[in-house]
């Protein structure tokens, strides 16, 4: 049995290690003009409605299982919080190319919107360690719903960094910082491993937030149909993994 959990907490820390490469690749792909932006709104497009499926069929049953009724409200807990960092706190965050070089040019502004997403990706890295230390299946899906977001996070603090003055290695350091803070929550995660009745369902709380309110809204600013139905492709990869995968 220890040894299973051994194998789970290190392919945690191994994919851990991948998603935090994902917000590399997004941060590089961002310091060049020739690749289509297209592509961007068709990751946060698929990635909405599978991070929506997976909080709803997988991640919200399963904290009930460990935490009862409790966990709802921790899952409440988890979307205000992200709301708290992204919206209140960097109230110029949005996911996504910044244009607006006069808001970033201030300080204040770029270091929240950078807490923001910092405090997002931490909780990232929870969210692949939780669903491991659960199940590998859990684990899995997880890191999917997690990877396919992780490109529009690095395209998108590298745009603020660019949009702030900052030179290409510095719009590309701040990607890696993303990807360290996900690497953090996979330790912490690993670490304390006894609260996972609380880790997991906050970390569905922020998925669902991420999903919901971050990446839906980008969607729906696109008039293009073939976008709009990725998300509902999204839904269905989930539910042909469950039938095809999970026993």
Request: glycine share 8%; with cysteine.
């Amino acid at each position: 049995m220890a040894s299973i959990e051994t194998s789970r907490v290190v392919l945690a820390a191994a994919l851990g290690l991948l998603a935090a490469a994902g917000n590399l690749l997004g941060g590089y792909f961002v310091i060049y003009r020739n690749w289509p932006r297209r592509f961007l709104q068709y990751f946060i497009a698929l990635g909405a409605g599978y991070m929506l499926a997976v909080a709803f069929l997988e991640v919200i049953p399963e904290s009930v299982r460990l935490a009862g009724n409790n966990a709802f409200g921790i899952i409440l807990v988890g979307y205000f919080l992200i709301h708290l960092f992204e919206h209140t706190i960097a109230p110029h965050f949005h996911f996504g190319e910044e244009t607006h070089h006069d808001e970033v040019s201030h300080h204040h502004v770029r270091t929240t919107m950078m807490l923001g997403l910092a405090i997002h990706t931490f909780f990232d890295g929870v969210a692949i360690a939780s669903g491991f230390l659960v199940s590998t299946w859990l684990g899995a899906i997880i890191f999917v719903a997690i990877f396919l977001h992780k490109l529009p996070e690095g395209f998108t603090v590298a745009s603020v960094a660019l949009a702030s003055g900052h030179s290409r290695r510095n719009a590309v350091l701040a990607s890696g910082l993303l990807g360290a803070a996900t690497l953090l929550g996979v330790l912490c995660t690993t670490l304390l491993q006894s609260q996972l009745k609380y880790a997991l369902p906050l970390s569905g709380g922020v998925t669902m937030y991420v999903a919901a309110t971050d990446l839906l809204p980008e969607i729906n600013r696109e008039p293009n149909w073939r976008i709009a139905l990725l998300v509902f492709v999204g839904v269905a990869t989930l539910l042909i993994m469950q039938r095809l995968f999970h026993v």
